[in-house]
């Protein structure tokens, strides 16, 4: 939450005069907790909480990462509670949709998965920090239950996506693939030819405001309309 990204939307967002909502998954940042004693269902059901007790009215969801796949997971839960009209829209950036599978475990040599099958984790190098970053069974393992690639996906809202060409963690190409399958909802893919994984140079964070900007106003032009036909 104290990332550059969050940071500066957050300014734009009160510059604006717009609520806005940033947080840390446990294990992340500045919450408590565990990296390696989390997993996928731990950070999806934090964010729904945090949404359902923090906010009102529809909200527009900003994932990065990590996030973005969490932010869709939370679309497909507020459609099995018949509450998919919380959502206003999606800016993700990134979104490494169904990761531990497609982005880690089948990237995987048979050393390696063994390792994390045997001795229970991976210490995977990280290019964002001197440490590694623990890989989990639990990780892995749970992390099947939120895979999201082998249906239609649906997000019951406008969606739009900030893919950098040449990121090394999330191919753009996957960007192409969570396009495909986001084929029942208004979809934008923007590639930014030099943007990395961070997608934090001001070039980036302007395009990101200017994503958000245009989903709130394709909102409110949304909101208008239906208030003027049921008025």
């Known amino acids: 939450m104290s990332g550059t990204k969050a940071v500066y939307l957050e ?35 934090q964010s729904i909480a945090l949404m359902e007790t923090s906010t009102t009215g529809q909200q527009i969801l900003i994932g990065s990462s990590m996030g973005g796949w969490i932010a869709l997971l939370m679309a497909r839960y507020f459609a099995t509670k018949g509450t998919q009209n919380r959502l206003a829209g999606l800016v993700l950036l990134a979104p490494a949709v169904d990761f ?51 249906d239609i996906i649906r997000s019951y809202a406008p969606v739009h996506i900030l893919q950098g060409m040449s990121d090394l963690d999330v191919p753009w190409r996957h960007a192409l693939k969570i396009v495909a399958h986001l084929s029942a909802d208004p979809t934008t893919l923007t590639l930014v030819s030099e943007g990395d994984h961070r997608l934090s140079r001001e070039s980036d964070l302007a395009l990101l405001a200017r994503s958000v900007e245009l989903m709130t106003e394709r909102f409110e032009q949304s909101a208008g309309a239906w208030d003027k036909t049921f008025r």
């Open 11 to 45: 300014t734009f967002a009160r510059q604006r005069g717009q609520a806005f909502l940033r947080f840390d998954y446990s294990g992340h940042g500045a919450s408590h907790g565990r990296f390696d004693q989390a997993c996928i269902g731990d950070w999806l059901a």
């Open 100 to 150: 531990t599978e497609t982005l880690i475990w089948a990237r995987l040599d048979e050393p390696t998965r063994c390792s994390i099958m045997e001795n229970g984790f991976w210490a995977r190098p990280s290019d964002y920090s001197p440490e590694p970053t623990p890989i989990t069974r639990r990780l892995i393992e749970e992390g099947r239950q939120h895979l999201l690639f082998g």
